[in-house]
């Protein structure tokens, strides 16, 4: 399997449930990055792995709880959602310090909080 | 202020013509990167092209060539030859600044424009 992979592709749950978004990444990068998409809305950088290490937390809600226990794989967790949170999940990946830094990013997560 | 604009929220074109979508930036860095992406509507972001801020040429890539304009602060992206699998919305981005050690990189995404290619 190659590129970035982003599972499940679709969720449906309560704003009491608990559940995870789960990323990985096939292209030997060490850098990854949540991004949350709204309709209407520019995407949204969410957090950013370095090296495992997070770097980046954009002020986001605490309901929303990222892990990345390794370079390769990288975890939303989930809980006490508001409708508001509907949308769709984005998961990228880069190596830092190439010529480009280019970011991939997987298929997303397409989240419905009822 | 913004700091990718995307002034076309909808084009529509007539398949194998050429597209052109506009994309201006505001930095006050010399050394940043632009990029495009296509997204259709399965909600894949694919990478299509990069521009660095020092690169003298315009970035091409088969069909994409990125209309690099540095003075006017602009990256418009050319599509030749529309195919109507082109039909998808399209995402300039810019990293501010050099590659740093610490930290990976930060993306600033425009609003994007959604291109219809008509057979």
């Known amino acids: 399997e190659t590129g970035v992979t982003q599972t499940p592709r679709h969720l449906v749950m309560g704003m009491t449930n608990k559940k995870s978004l789960k990323c990985e990444q096939h292209l030997g990068h060490n850098a990854m990055y949540w991004y949350k998409q709204s309709a209407k809305k520019p995407l949204e950088l969410m957090f950013v792995?370095?090296?495992?290490?997070?770097?980046e937390n954009n002020s986001v809600p605490s309901r929303f709880s990222p892990e990345c226990p390794n370079s390769s794989h990288l975890f939303l967790h989930l809980h006490t959602l508001q409708p508001e949170d509907s949308a769709l999940y984005l998961c990228?990946?880069?190596?830092?310090?190439?010529?480009?830094?280019?970011?991939?990013f997987g298929p997303g997560t397409r989240l419905t909080v009822l | 202020a913004q700091k990718i604009t995307q002034t076309q929220p909808g084009m529509f074109v007539q398949e194998k013509e050429a597209v052109t979508l506009d994309c201006t930036y505001d930095?006050?860095?010399?050394?940043?990167?632009l990029f495009w992406y296509k997204q259709p509507s399965s909600g894949e972001m694919i990478f299509l092209i990069y521009q660095g801020s020092y690169d003298e040429q315009n970035a091409t890539e088969g069909r994409y060539s990125l209309n690099f304009q540095k003075a006017r602060k602009s990256a418009n992206l050319v599509i030749s030859a529309s195919q109507l699998g082109d039909s998808a919305m399209y995402f300039c981005a810019m990293r501010e600044g050099r590659l740093i050690i610490q930290g990976a990189q930060k993306l600033v995404f425009g609003q994007g424009t959604r291109l219809t290619i008509n057979p």
């Open positions: 990228a990946s880069s190596q830092e310090n190439q010529p480009t830094d280019t970011q991939y």
């Open positions: 930095t006050s860095d010399q050394s940043y990167g």
């Open positions: 792995y370095n090296f495992k290490e997070q770097t």
